[in-house]
C-alpha cells in the first residue's frame, strides 16, 4: 500500500511569483485535503477535493485554487506569493465519510 | 467559528509519570474531535477519536461536553510518547469534513 507523496519537499520563491504544489493520494482514497501548517501553529484547512470538485474551503483568499484529477491526485496553486505564505503545505488524503485523514510529509514554501 | 485551544505548548513528564495534555473546543453543534501525533521524523497520524472510544498505546480521551473538554491521558508515560500531540475538531458542512487543529503540544518524557 503506497502512502500519500507529496513533491517536491522543499521549494524556495520569490513575493509575486506563483506555485504549484502537488500530492498523490494513498491508494484507493479519493478525498484530498490541503493544510498550511506556519510555524508554531496547528494545520489549517485550505480546501478539500472530492471526485474532482472542491467540497469545503477555509479561511483562504482565492489566489489558493487546487485541481483534483482521475487518478485522485491533487495539485495546490498559490497565486501572487505573499511572504506570509511561507509554511508547510500538508497533503491528506481519505476515504469519503471517513475523518481519518492519512498525511503526506509535506511541502516547505519559504517566500522571500 | 470553532476554535480548538491547547494550553501548553511543552510539557515534561518523568517516565513512570502519568500524564494529561489538555484540549478544550469552542463549537455550536455537535463536535467530533481527535488527537492526531507526530512522532520525530514521522507524519502527523491520527492516534485516536472519541467517537471509537478507544485505548491506543495506552492513551484515553474523554469528551465532556459540559467542560467542551477532549484531555489526553495515559496513566505511565514511556519515552516512546515523546512526539508533538494536536486535538482537532471536525465540523459536518456540506459534506466535507474539515478539521480544525489546536498549535499542538510537545510532550517530552524524561528518561
Known amino acids: 500500500e503506497t502512502g500519500v507523496t507529496q513533491s517536491p519537499t522543499h521549494l524556495i520563491k520569490t513575493r509575486g511569483q506563483q506555485v504549484t504544489l502537488r500530492c498523490s493520494s494513498q491508494?484507493?482514497?479519493?478525498?484530498v485535503s490541503w493544510y498550511q501548517q506556519a510555524l508554531g501553529q496547528g494545520p489549517q484547512f485550505i480546501f478539500q477535493?472530492?471526485?474532482?470538485?472542491?467540497?469545503g474551503r477555509g479561511n483562504f483568499p482565492p489566489r489558493f485554487s487546487g485541481l483534483q484529477f482521475p487518478n485522485y491526485s491533487s495539485e495546490l496553486n498559490v497565486n501572487a506569493l505573499e511572504l506570509d505564505d511561507s509554511a508547510l503545505y500538508l497533503c491528506a488524503s481519505s476515504l469519503p465519510g471517513n475523518e481519518k485523514l492519512f498525511f503526506g510529509s509535506g511541502t516547505q514554501l519559504s517566500v522571500l | 467559528a470553532q476554535r480548538v485551544t491547547q494550553p501548553e505548548k511543552l510539557l515534561s513528564v518523568f517516565k513512570g509519570a502519568p500524564v494529561e495534555l489538555k484540549c478544550n473546543y469552542s463549537?455550536?453543534?455537535?463536535?467530533?474531535l481527535f488527537w492526531y501525533v507526530q512522532y520525530s521524523r514521522q507524519r502527523l497520524q491520527l492516534l485516536l477519536r472519541?467517537?471509537s472510544r478507544e485505548s491506543i498505546k495506552g492513551f484515553t480521551a474523554d469528551l465532556n461536553k459540559g467542560e467542551t473538554s477532549f484531555h489526553l491521558k495515559k496513566p505511565f508515560a514511556q519515552e516512546e510518547d515523546s512526539a508533538m500531540y494536536y486535538c482537532a475538531l471536525s465540523g459536518l458542512g456540506a459534506g466535507s469534513y474539515q478539521l480544525t487543529f489546536g498549535k499542538g503540544t510537545k510532550l517530552s518524557v524524561i528518561p
Open positions: 472519541h467517537i
Open positions: 463549537y455550536s453543534g455537535s463536535p467530533e
Open positions: 477535493y472530492y471526485r474532482e470538485e472542491e467540497n
Open positions: 491508494s484507493g482514497h479519493n478525498t
